[in-house]
């Protein structure tokens, strides 16, 4: 394949915004240039010189477009596409009104693949390029889901999500079936091309202590898959843990009683976190995703991203669609902004940028792969045109630095903010 150069304005990270200051943690080229090759970034520096020793490499030049790397959507329900945006419930609520009629009609393989298809193409144009998506309890709606990744070649994750309780008939599981089909849809598409498996139980309310140990048993046996779970989301669902689990020390204890808790383990939500919880979970480097635009529309909370931060956590952001109310992660960085304003703490724009691709990737344990513009990484770039509308390019005007510049497309930003995206160093 020949050697492209991608040339505009370009970020990457050194280190994370959390851990260092701004100018040290960011890698900022005003006149800069990407090299892609097979797939892969081969150099990321300036553009004139990039230009003279890649005389036979095509160029495509973006003008003063922000080149970065694509994002990474650590917690999403792709089958919550066609319901996205339903009004008026709470969490239990709105699982039981909305939620589950949707997911039951995944049984069929090709509603399954209608709604794949429509949901990489949406996430698509809003500049996402892996995401971690729960499936349906269908093995038919994991299939359709890798089948579509693996034709685009995407890195995702993705398992079946596993329910023997507290759900309709028709979208129940057992704790053995569960166990079986997991199994064997790992083992058929873990590892394949830049597909991941995660074994995928729902949240302890939906689940057995006999599934949940058959979860914990599967993942001891493959310890390489992440497991996604939810975790302290609500806190009418937190007393509803306590009542179906009385022995747990806590809702965390009700998945580490059966063996799923660990590094490879990422916890949605964990917004109302005891500090024992917060504690284990800090030990073993379990991953924690923030999925603000969710957390504000079903109502449950405040996610405490500096104090969490701070003690050292690893966390990832998140649409969580369709409890989120977006596929845009432009729009899951202002809301993630909002929500620390509600906490007192303005996150930096490199820190909201970095969240969602290098803190996401590292929450999935991918971040020496994706979710950076730098040599070695795959090609997945999303390129920001940061002048999309009006509203946004009179203040882009006005703007004194690259923070500056970026940050009206990240409050006001959308799809149209989404300049270009190449996915494995294809154009798409
Ligand atoms: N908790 C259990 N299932 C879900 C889900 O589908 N969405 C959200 N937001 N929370 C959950
Ligand atoms: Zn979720």
């Given amino acids: 394949m020949p050697a492209t150069l991608l040339l505009g304005q370009t970020l990457g990270f050194k280190a994370s915004p959390f851990d260092r200051p701004v100018d040290e943690a960011v890698e900022f080229n005003p006149s800069g240039a990407v090299l892609i090759q097979d797939g892969m970034i081969r150099a990321v520096g300036d553009r004139a010189q990039l230009q003279a020793s890649n005389p036979d490499a095509a160029n495509t030049d973006y003008g003063d477009g922000l080149i970065m790397a694509g994002f990474v959507d650590a917690h999403a329900h792709y089958p919550q596409t066609a319901m996205i945006a339903s009004w008026g419930k709470r969490l239990i609520d709105w699982l039981n009104s909305y939620t589950f009629p949707e997911e039951q009609r995944f049984d069929d393989p090709a509603y399954a693949a209608k709604i794949a298809t429509r949901y990489f193409d949406l996430t698509a144009q809003n500049g996402t390029t892996t995401i971690a998506s729960y499936c349906t309890i269908h093995p038919e709606s994991v299939t359709a889901f890798f089948t579509e990744a693996q034709k685009r070649g995407q890195r995702v994750v993705a398992g079946k999500t596993c ?47 006999e599934q949940l140990d058959a979860m914990g048993a599967l993942w001891a046996e493959h310890p390489d898959c992440l497991m996604q779970t939810h ?44 500090p024992r919880e917060k504690d284990r979970l800090r030990d073993v480097d379990a991953a924690l995703i923030h999925c603000p635009t969710s957390n504000t529309f079903i109502g449950s909370g405040l996610f405490d991203m500096s104090g969490l931060m701070s003690d050292g956590h690893r ?32 996150l930096h724009p490199a820190q909201l940028l970095w969240l969602a691709t290098q803190g996401s990737a590292r929450a999935l344990g991918m971040d020496e792969k994706i979710g950076n513009l730098a040599t070695g990484h795959e090609a997945d770039i999303v390129v920001l045109n940061l002048n999309s509308t009006e509203a946004i390019s009179q203040r882009n005007a006005r703007a004194a630095d690259i923070w500056e510049s970026v940050f009206p497309t990240i409050m006001m930003g959308d799809d149209r903010a989404v300049q270009d995206v190449w996915i494995g160093g294809r154009q798409i």
């Fill in 231 to 274: 975790l302290s989301e609500q806190t009418d669902e937190i007393a509803w843990v306590k009542k179906l689990f009385p022995d747990a020390r806590d809702y965390l204890d009700t998945y580490e009683r059966f063996g799923l808790l660990g590094r490879g383990g990422i916890y949605g939500h964990a917004i109302h976190l005891e």
């Fill in 315 to 346: 966390i990832g952001l998140a649409t969580d669609t369709g409890g989120g109310s977006s596929f845009s992660m432009l729009r899951t960085m202002a809301a993630a902004y909002e929500i620390g304003q509600l906490r007192g703490t303005a």
């Fill in 163 to 209: 329910m023997d309780r507290n759900a309709p008939e028709g979208l129940r599981d057992t704790a053995q079936s569960a166990y079986d089909d997991s199994k064997a849809l790992l083992s058929k598409w873990h590892g394949l091309d830049r597909l991941s498996y995660a074994i995928t139980p729902r949240f302890s309310p939906t689940s057995t202590p």
